[in-house]
T-cell receptor, first 114, second 120 residues
Framework: AQSVSQHNHHVILSEAASLELGCNYSYGGTVNLFWYVQYPGQHLQLLLKYFSGDPLVKGIKGFEAEFIKSKFSFNLRKPSVQWSDTAEYFCAVTMNTGFQKLVFGTGTRLLVSP | DAGVTQSPTHLIKTRGQQVTLRCSPISGHKSVSWYQQVLGQGPQFIFQYYEKEERGRGNFPDRFSARQFPNYSSELNVNALLLGDSALYLC???????????????????FGPGTRLTVL
C-alpha cells in the first residue's frame, strides 16, 4: 500500500530562516505529489503540486519543492520564512491511475517566531 | 465563487448514535471525496464518489457509508458511533475531465472547512 512519511513532526524557526521539510513516499509506479498547508483555523489549501515535467515546482507564497524520483522524495523548501508561515504542512500523493485517493503524511507543525 | 461547503460545522454525539454529514461541492465539480482527520494525524481517505457512483473506498468499517445526489452534493453517514470516530471530517471536490473505465485524469481536490465531530 502507498504510504507517505514526513520526517519532522514539529519545526521551530525564527523569521528569515530557511525551511526544508522532508517527505518520502512508498510506491513504485507513477505518482502525483502535493504539499497542502493548513493555517490555524483555516481549511486545507494546496501549496504546490507535481504531475510531470520539471521536477522543481514552484508554489504559492514563495514555496518550492523538488521531486527526486530515485529517492522517492518531494521535499518542501522556502528560502526565508515569515511569521505568517506558521501552519501545519502535509505532503500527499496519489497514484496516476484509477480513482483519486490522496494519501497524506502525518503532517509537520511549523512555528515561526518573530 | 463559493468553495466547498460542509454542514454542520460542529457536532456532538454519544456512543452508539448515528450521524449524517453534508457536503456541497464547488459548482461544476462532479466528484466528491471524504476524509477523516484525527487530531495529530493527516487526513485519511474514506470514500470517493463520481456521478453518484462509489469510485473508491478506504479502510473504514461498514458503519461508514456515503452517497452522492444528482446535484453532486454528498452525505457521509456513520452508524453506531465510537469514541474513536471523533475527528474532523473533510470533504473535497474536484473535476474529472476524462474517464476511461475506472481510469481518470487527475484534477486538484479542493477541501471544505470540515465538520468537527465529537463522540462522548
Amino acid at each position: 500500500a502507498q504510504s507517505v512519511s514526513q520526517h519532522n513532526h514539529h519545526v521551530i524557526l525564527s523569521e528569515a530562516a530557511s525551511l526544508e521539510l522532508g517527505c518520502n513516499y512508498s510506491y513504485g509506479g507513477t505518482v502525483n505529489l502535493f504539499w497542502y498547508v493548513q493555517y490555524p483555523g483555516q481549511h486545507l489549501q494546496l501549496l504546490l503540486k507535481y504531475f510531470s515535467g520539471d521536477p522543481l515546482v514552484k508554489g504559492i507564497k514563495g514555496f518550492e519543492a523538488e521531486f527526486i524520483k530515485s529517492k522517492f522524495s518531494f521535499n518542501l523548501r522556502k528560502p526565508s520564512v515569515q511569521w505568517s508561515d506558521t501552519a501545519e504542512y502535509f505532503c500527499a500523493v496519489t497514484m496516476n491511475t484509477g480513482f483519486q485517493k490522496l494519501v497524506f503524511g502525518t503532517g509537520t507543525r511549523l512555528l515561526v517566531s518573530p | 465563487d463559493a468553495g466547498v461547503t460542509q454542514s454542520p460545522t460542529h457536532l456532538i454525539k454519544t456512543r452508539g448514535q448515528q450521524v449524517t454529514l453534508r457536503c456541497s461541492p464547488i459548482s461544476g465539480h462532479k466528484s466528491v471525496s471524504w476524509y477523516q482527520q484525527v487530531l495529530g494525524q493527516g487526513p485519511q481517505f474514506i470514500f470517493q464518489y463520481y456521478e453518484k457512483e462509489e469510485r473508491g473506498r478506504g479502510n473504514f468499517p461498514d458503519r461508514f457509508s456515503a452517497r452522492q445526489f444528482p446535484n453532486y452534493s454528498s452525505e457521509l453517514n456513520v452508524n453506531a458511533l465510537l469514541l474513536g470516530d471523533s475527528a474532523l471530517y473533510l470533504c473535497a471536490s474536484s473535476q474529472i475531465t476524462k474517464t476511461s473505465g475506472r481510469s481518470s485524469s487527475y484534477n486538484e481536490q479542493f477541501f471544505g472547512p470540515g465538520t468537527r465531530l465529537t463522540v462522548l
